[in-house]
């Protein structure tokens, strides 16, 4: 079946620039996961969702950092005002639902802000 | 930072040979689960233990972890080439997840 799907896989801004990242997660999967990951580093976590809420928006960096998810299916993240230190990948992932179960993670949207 | 330690940064062994690898993180969870992450394949999921569990096998894999010491740790038997990747614990807890920094395994041929 399908798994996880993000879009653009690559995008390059220029600094001051919004740009939205997308992801379909896994049909059916409640619980969808926003990360970023710099190079060579682990993963940052930066937001969940449960369903279409987000209880919990304290891993977002700054203000400039949004995310949504709609009809508990695509999310989007959205960085207004890019700055040079927001390049990185951003990894989306789902699973079944919150708690004791294995993350599902789509390719990744590799963000370069010049 | 809130990220967890994987122990070694980086280890090269030959195939055949079996890895180990460590993680320790700092907060109650109520799972471990570890990740491979190469270029071809991306991130995967490898095992998840909860956090009443001691030990648990997959495969050539076997995880085993102690909460009171707030470590992890995995093994790889009888390596392969395919093996080669960075390898992540992440520990959830009340929903959210904490990466570790990963270690990175080659697996010379």
Request: proline residues 3%; glycine residues 8%; positive net charge.
């Amino acid at each position: 079946g399908a798994g996880v799907s993000q879009s653009p896989s690559n995008k390059v801004t220029e600094k001051g620039k919004d740009v939205e990242l997308r992801c379909d997660p896994i049909s059916g999967h409640t619980a969808l996961y926003w990360y970023r990951q710099r190079l060579g580093q682990g993963l940052e976590f930066l937001i969940y969702f449960q369903g279409n809420s987000a209880p919990d928006k304290s891993g977002l960096p700054s203000d400039r950092f949004s995310a949504e998810r709609t009809g508990e299916s695509v999310s989007t993240l959205t960085i207004q005002r890019t700055q040079q230190e927001d390049s990185a990948v951003y990894l989306c992932a789902s699973s079944f639902s919150t708690g004791s179960y294995e993350q599902y993670f789509g390719p990744g949207t590799r963000l370069t802000v010049t | 930072s809130q990220q967890g330690e994987e122990d070694p940064q980086a280890l090269s062994i030959q195939e055949g040979e079996n890895a180990t690898m460590n993680c320790s993180y700092k907060t109650s969870i109520n799972n471990l689960q570890w990740y491979r992450q190469n270029s071809g394949r991306g991130l995967v999921h490898l095992i998840l233990i909860r956090s009443n569990e001691r030990e648990k096998h997959s495969g050539r894999l076997r995880v085993t972890l102690d909460t009171s010491k707030k470590s992890s740790s995995l093994l790889i038997t009888a390596s392969r080439a395919a093996d080669t990747a960075s390898y992540f614990c992440a520990t959830e807890g009340t929903y959210k997840y904490i990466f570790g920094t990963g270690t990175r395994l080659k697996v010379l041929a």
